[in-house]
């Protein structure tokens, strides 16, 4: 089975542009979450998804925004660049049954900003 | 919201020798998890482990539930075995606002 998988694996963007990234779970997995990852902070949680809803919101601006089609597939979205978004961006997928809540991350975006 | 720590930051071991790491978080968990970090930034799956113990090759896990921590022992570490540990947990009962809350790591070096 394919694991978690994420486009692009690189992007630069400038400051006050938008971008979209891209994240496929594993077949059969409904629930995708989005993290964060810098330097200073560490891992952080940016939302999840499951069945199309967003299910829970970490804290983070309303730039940055998500959304799940109906394959399971998402996006996240973050506007007006800022140079502090510059991290790795990864994502994860969970099948979400009761025995298990077990998360699997894809290779992550690693975002630039200038 | 949850806490996790971590402990040590750091730890420098020789080739072949055993350690130690460990997980303290502050709430009931559903979900705890150790990964890997590998140096192209990708989170490798160790031990999915809520509660009980693992093990797997030279790597276990133990997590004690009713004390709120986890261990996960190396033994005869390996070059390869260098990068940053993870913990995770997700708080039982839902309504978090969180999915998988994160300690800081402990960055393992092994030396030849």
């Known amino acids: 089975k394919a694991g978690v998988t994420q486009t692009p694996r690189y992007l630069i963007k400038t400051r006050g542009q938008q971008v979209t990234l891209s994240c496929s779970p594993i077949?059969?997995?409904?629930?995708v979450s989005w993290y964060q990852q810098t330097p200073g902070q560490g891992l952080q949680f940016l939302f999840e998804?499951?069945?199309?809803?967003?299910?829970n919101k970490g804290n983070f601006p309303g730039r940055f925004s998500g959304r799940q089609f109906s394959n399971s597939r998402s996006e996240m979205n973050v506007s007006t660049l800022e140079l502090g978004d510059s991290a790795l961006y990864l994502c994860?997928?969970?099948?979400?049954?009761?025995?298990?809540?077990?998360?699997?991350f894809g290779p992550g975006t690693r975002l630039t900003v200038t | 919201g949850i806490q996790v720590e971590q402990s040590p930051p750091d730890l420098i071991l020789q080739e072949g020798a055993n350690s130690t790491l460990r997980c303290n978080f502050s709430?009931?968990?559903?979900?705890l998890q150790w990964f890997h970090q590998n140096p192209w930034g990708q989170l490798i799956n160790l031990f999915y482990?809520?509660?009980g113990t693992k093990q797997n090759g030279r790597l276990s896990a133990t997590t004690v539930a009713t004390e709120r921590y986890s261990l996960l022992y190396i033994s005869s570490s390996q070059t390869t075995d260098s990068g940053v540990y993870f913990c995770?947990?997700?708080?039982?009962?839902?309504?978090?606002?969180?999915?998988?809350?994160f300690g800081k790591g402990t960055l393992l070096t092994v030396n030849p």
């Open positions: 994860a997928s969970s099948l979400e049954d009761r025995d298990s809540y077990e998360q699997y």
């Open positions: 995770a947990v997700e708080r039982t009962g839902g309504g978090s606002n969180y999915k998988l809350t």
């Open positions: 482990i809520p509660s």
């Open positions: 077949s059969g997995h409904r629930s």
């Open positions: 998804y499951f069945s199309e809803t967003q299910r």
């Open positions: 709430d009931s968990v559903n979900n």
